[in-house]
């Protein structure tokens, strides 16, 4: 991990420690926090912005992340096109996903705002990307997937990590998960693929 | 009233239900039973059956919230039982004294470790395994839920910590009504219920 990042978590932690003993008490938010930048989450989305990356072939556009947590993926994103002009939103129905992205991600151009990933206007983005699929409803996913540009790219991730209460929409193989992608597409699937990380298995779709 | 189940997944059978209604109808036939499932295969054809939903998608326990979101169809008093239920005495006696304007839970004297006193921990020292309310009221516990789901499923274990520690209002049955066959071996009262909480339902002779 960056050290500046590991810093401004580790900011962020106290911050929130301090929060609970004065403010909101919510100290499973530091839980959260390690969490969304533990070593698999970094991982699987480095594996999508490198695979992403040769697919995409822009250095332009506007990409949008639904359900995006504290921001990892769009930071990686931003690290791969350090160009300004593609522009990265991420957006999560929980707001203190905005609050604390900002605060963790503020160097790196990133727009981080409180919705439901599809309550806004998607056909603006030249790729929609979730790396949360596990924790979304199908029919919400199909419509974020249709939601789009019928050129824009779709970027998914799901796994086979069944026995979190909060994943409700696994897949136990990528060719399962693909299959349920394709039918929404414009065009078709252009890559997809696995990741072992022990336990589970993440699958990646990348499709039009 | 309404006396209400629910049955998610497999982990409880149709038969299990029925066990619990039939216990049940000893003491009140005249009551409205409900069973809110995704499965009503076999279910006794007394119960009313109510189909759980295709969204949200919620595993075990969690759909248990939605009893109490404003379009569960059923209305006036409630009685909710965990099909691990067993019936020893009269269980709806104690309705009579029940404040049904207001949340009323289980209370747990057996857990009295400091353990669940933690913050960290997210522990409590009710649980949902008979619940009393009046349909339509306390929607916001549904609501609040539904508006950031996500995060709640992954911070709490179940429904008892996120009705405690979300700071939503309840009262508690009587320590008489329920005996726990973990942690109370040996009481000097007679219960109306036993609850089986953390036992493996399936290894017990208890239907």
């Known amino acids: 991990m960056n050290p ?9 932690i106290e911050e929130v420690y301090d929060e609970s003993m004065y403010g909101e008490n919510d100290i499973y938010r530091i839980k959260d926090l390690i969490h969304s930048v533990d070593k698999n989450h970094w991982k699987s989305k480095q594996w999508l912005v ?10 332009n556009g506007s990409f949008y992340i639904g359900g995006g947590w504290y921001g990892l993926l769009s930071y990686l994103i931003r690290n791969a096109w350090p160009n300004e002009s593609l522009n990265i939103t991420s957006g999560d129905i929980d707001s203190r996903c905005e609050e604390f992205g ?3 991600f503020h160097k790196s151009d990133i727009n981080f705002v409180t919705e439901d990933m599809v309550s806004s206007d998607l056909t603006e983005y ?3 990307i979730s790396t949360s699929c596990e924790h979304i409803e199908p029919e919400i996913l199909e419509k974020f997937i249709k939601s789009k540009r019928k050129d824009a790219w779709v970027v998914l991730q799901s796994n086979n990590f069944y026995e979190l209460d909060s994943h409700i929409n696994c897949f136990p193989n990528e060719k399962a998960f693909a299959n349920w992608v394709k039918p929404f597409l414009d065009e078709k699937i252009y890559y997809s693929g696995t990741l072992n990380l022990g336990d589970f298995d993440r699958f990646m779709v990348i499709g039009k | 009233m309404n006396v209400i189940f629910v049955k998610w997944g497999t982990k409880y059978s149709s038969d299990d239900v029925n066990a619990l209604y039939n216990n049940l109808i000893e003491y009140n036939s005249e009551y409205s039973y409900h069973c809110y499932t995704d499965d009503p295969t076999n279910l006794n054809e007394n119960i009313n059956i109510i189909d759980i939903p295709s969204y949200p998608i919620l595993k075990k326990w969690w759909n248990k919230l939605r009893m109490f979101s404003s379009e569960f169809p059923v209305r006036g008093k409630c009685i909710f039982f965990d099909i691990d239920t067993v019936i020893k005495n009269d269980p709806f006696k104690v309705l009579d004294h029940i404040d049904f304007n207001k949340l009323t839970i289980l209370d747990c004297p057996w857990k009295s470790d400091d353990v669940y006193n933690r913050a960290t921990n997210y522990d409590v020292r009710i649980a949902s395994g008979v619940i009393t309310w ?8 549904w609501e609040s839920f539904m508006a950031n789901k996500d995060y709640y499923l992954r911070k709490y274990k179940g429904i008892d910590r996120y009705i405690a520690h979300e700071g939503y ?14 942690y109370q071996k040996e009481i000097d009262y007679e219960p109306a219920i036993m609850t089986y909480e953390e036992v493996d339902f399936e290894s017990r002779n208890i239907k």
């Open chain 1, 4 to 12: 500046e990042i590991l810093n401004r978590c580790l900011k962020l």
């Open chain 1, 50 to 59: 490198d695979e992403f990356y040769k697919l995409y072939n822009h250095d």
């Open chain 1, 102 to 104: 900002w605060k963790l």
């Open chain 1, 126 to 128: 030249s790729a929609i």
């Open chain 2, 134 to 141: 009046t349909a339509g009221n306390h929607t916001e516990m």
């Open chain 2, 169 to 182: 209002s309840y009262n508690t049955f009587p320590h008489t009504y329920i005996q726990s066959y973990k």
